[in-house]
């Protein structure tokens, strides 16, 4: 596998994606990090605001392309001659929703683009960027979820 994509909203980038990107990194010569406008979410953070915290949580991993794009992820994946996705998949949940994404990419893709599924980390399996906001509105504990400029930008964030 020589370029990989893994893409997110990442709203924000928790330590559970984090985990996924390391591990996707070693198995391709180049991996993008592709930061969703995704029209049909409503963010706490601007696209901007999140690149930057995905640039900043990422900046150790060499192999590493961070963007932003909106639109049909497939459409930039074959500008850049990309034939793999990569997915994290915390719970069976995720298996059913990433699975049908899974299917639609490779048929829109003219069967070109396949879908790598990566299991969470068990200490990851219940994270996720909407409980991190929850959390982060009551004050809560980041330290296990968030690099710690991002727990600096939530804080923030909240408190606006």
């Given amino acids: 596998m020589k370029l990989a994509l893994y893409s997110g909203t990442f709203d924000p980038i928790t330590k559970g994606h984090k985990d996924i990107i390391k591990r996707a990194s070693r198995m391709c010569d180049k991996l993008i990090v592709a930061v969703l406008n995704n029209v049909s979410k409503k963010t706490l953070f601007t696209l901007e605001e999140r690149k930057d915290m995905v640039e900043k949580s990422l900046e150790d991993i060499?192999?590493?392309?961070?963007?932003?794009?909106?639109?049909?992820?497939?459409?930039?994946?074959?500008?850049?001659?990309?034939?793999?996705?990569?997915?994290?998949?915390?719970?069976?949940?995720?298996?059913?929703?990433?699975?049908?994404?899974?299917?639609?990419?490779?048929?829109?893709?003219?069967?070109?683009?396949?879908?790598?599924?990566?299991?969470?980390?068990?200490?990851?399996?219940?994270?996720?960027?909407?409980?991190?906001?929850?959390?982060?509105?009551?004050?809560?504990?980041?330290d296990d979820y968030l690099d710690?400029?991002?727990?600096?930008?939530?804080?923030?964030?909240?408190?606006?």
């Fill in 62 to 142: 060499l192999n590493v392309e961070v963007i932003e794009y909106s639109g049909l992820l497939v459409d930039y994946m074959k500008q850049r001659d990309c034939k793999y996705i990569i997915r994290g998949l915390r719970a069976v949940v995720d298996y059913e929703y990433e699975l049908s994404l899974a299917y639609g990419n490779f048929d829109i893709s003219e069967k070109e683009i396949e879908t790598v599924f990566i299991p969470a980390s068990k200490q990851f399996l219940y994270v996720s960027s909407t409980i991190v906001r929850e959390l982060a509105v009551y004050n809560g504990k980041l």
């Fill in 148 to 160: 710690s400029y991002v727990i600096e930008k939530v804080r923030d964030k909240v408190k606006e």
